[in-house]
């Protein structure tokens, strides 16, 4: 068993008996370390981050990296030391059932992922999966996805999981954390042989069905709640009727020009057609109400939009942060009459609501199912790997989008990796081709592809290997699961969380 060396008294302990003085939100046996994550009043508020503006903020998430230099050099060393007898749980749905082998390959439905706002205000995300649990709350992720290590660390901002996860959509809703249970070691002494966490989730929240309602601009802009403004492609004999072609006001449809643009005038008697060009907040308040070019076209739209997209924005659009702290960028536009050509295109927007959310869709386990888990087993078994990877090779070369998920499968390494930069000593290694993204993801013991399930027995930790030296990542990493990381996960599976509201 790995041994740590404790600030006070510099007394040399085993990590299973830390002084209870040195505990802080420790369990008794010192292993267990919990924290609060989103209090029930606040799941709704979180929820509505993530999935206004059409899951704006799912799709503006980055790859959450550790952030340490790229680590290449490691030290492979003897094998494990089981604290404790082999043991497992078995995955929802199959506690009295037994494994049957077949071949095809199925990716499961529990793996999704984990999003969170970093200590920098940035949205990131790991991979993760459901994982038995006594309530059927449960996810399982790497211990860096859920607590931010280093001076004050602390745990991450507005997480949730998202089983399912494609291009800003949660097919089975979102699951808003409630509690993070991690090793002590990796809470307090940022201990990666530790990097591991399990996260009990409330029931899961979707916007409900018949909630979206199309309303108009003035009740948009009063609404508070989630909201959506999408521009449509509308045919010209739509356009006509919205426009007046003699120069009338309008304010619901508008033309996009092709690729010859001829500015004319509102009493051009030729085939005409109003466009609208963005301008600044300042011309727009400078420019008059008429039929002229570059006068007022409409309402300004504000659109909320995520912190990253915030500062990086460069276009006319006024940004500001409202009262609420929401981040929002408004355009403002000004009527400009050009000659009508063919490959002409016309639009309007259509403003939508959302009244209510689903406030119940029911306990993550029941809707995807959860992996089960499995701790002091022997290296050198095969296991199957599940994960988001999005990142780049250290060449610069991306071959992952983090859109879909991809999968490994191998044998794990019978000896221990060392990686000195972030205090490892006993990690496990695996051969696989994947990058950042991919941290988090579950290592599953006996997987059977027709059920989907298997065994949880490790999570990608923060370092990917290039072990063959051509600028590459070839190789991931887990903690190795022993009777520690056991009593981490029985106190979580045995942790309540509910319904929200």
Not at 233 to 257: F, R
Not at 456 to 476: E, M, Q, W
């Amino acid at each position: 068993m790995k041994r740590i060396l404790l600030p006070a008294g510099g007394a040399i302990l085993a990590t299973g008996l830390l002084a209870a003085g040195l505990a802080g939100t420790a369990s008794a046996s010192g292993v267990v370390d919990d924290a609060p994550l989103t209090p029930n009043n606040k799941v709704a508020e979180t929820v509505d981050f993530w999935l206004k503006a059409n899951g704006a903020a799912l799709r503006a998430a980055s790859v959450y990296r550790y952030d340490y230099k790229e680590v290449n050099k490691v030290v492979m060393k003897g094998g494990y030391t089981p604290d404790t007898k082999p043991g497992s749980t078995a995955p929802i749905g199959e506690e009295k059932k037994t494994t049957v082998k077949v071949q095809n390959v199925n990716l499961p439905k529990t793996i999704g992922k984990v999003f969170f706002e970093g200590r920098d205000g940035k949205l990131y995300w790991c991979s993760a999966t459901s994982i038995q649990s006594t309530y059927h709350n449960l996810v399982s992720t790497a211990g860096h996805c859920v607590y931010q290590t280093g001076a004050n660390g602390h745990v991450l901002d507005k997480w949730v999981f998202v089983p399912g996860y494609y291009q800003g959509k949660a097919p089975w809703g979102i699951y808003v954390g409630k509690q993070a249970f991690t090793h002590y070691d990796f809470a307090n002494y940022e201990d990666y042989d530790r990097d591991y966490a399990f996260v009990t989730v409330y029931n899961g929240i979707t916007l409900g069905n018949g909630d979206k309602k199309v309303v108009s601009k003035a009740e948009w802009d009063k609404y508070e709640g989630i909201k959506d403004a999408v521009d449509v492609e509308i045919g010209y004999d739509e356009y006509k009727k919205t426009v007046d072609l003699n120069g009338g006001e309008s304010t619901d449809a508008w033309a996009k020009p092709g690729s010859k643009v001829d500015y004319v005038g509102p009493d051009y008697k030729g085939p005409k057609e109003l466009a609208k060009i963005e301008v600044s907040k300042e011309t727009y308040e400078a420019a008059k109400i008429g039929d002229g070019n570059g006068t007022k076209a409409g309402f300004p739209v504000t659109e909320n939009v995520t912190e990253a997209e915030y500062k990086a924005y460069s276009g006319l659009g006024y940004r500001k942060i409202d009262g609420k702290g929401n981040f929002t960028i408004t355009h403002y536009y000004v009527k400009q009459w050009v000659k009508k050509t063919n490959d002409t295109k016309f639009y309007k927007t259509v403003f939508y609501v959302f009244s209510g959310f689903s406030k119940d869709v029911g306990r993550l386990g029941d809707n995807v199912g959860g992996q089960g888990f499995a701790w002091n087993q022997p290296t050198g078994k095969y296991v199957r790997t599940f994960g988001y990877p999005g990142g780049e090779h250290p060449d610069g070369s991306k071959p992952y989008t983090g859109v879909t998920p991809k999968w490994c499968y191998g044998k794990t390494n019978t000896k221990r990796t060392v990686v000195a930069a972030i205090k490892a000593e006993e990690l496990v290694s695996l051969k696989c081709a994947v990058t950042p993204g991919y941290n988090g993801s579950p290592w599953l013991l006996k997987y059977s592809n027709a059920k989907r399930l298997g065994y949880v027995n490790g999570v990608t930790s923060a370092v990917f290997g290039d072990l063959d030296g051509n600028n590459r990542y070839d190789t991931i990493y887990s903690s190795y699961f022993d009777g520690e990381t056991a009593a981490v996960y029985k106190a979580a599976a045995a942790v309540w969380s509910g319904k929200v509201g």
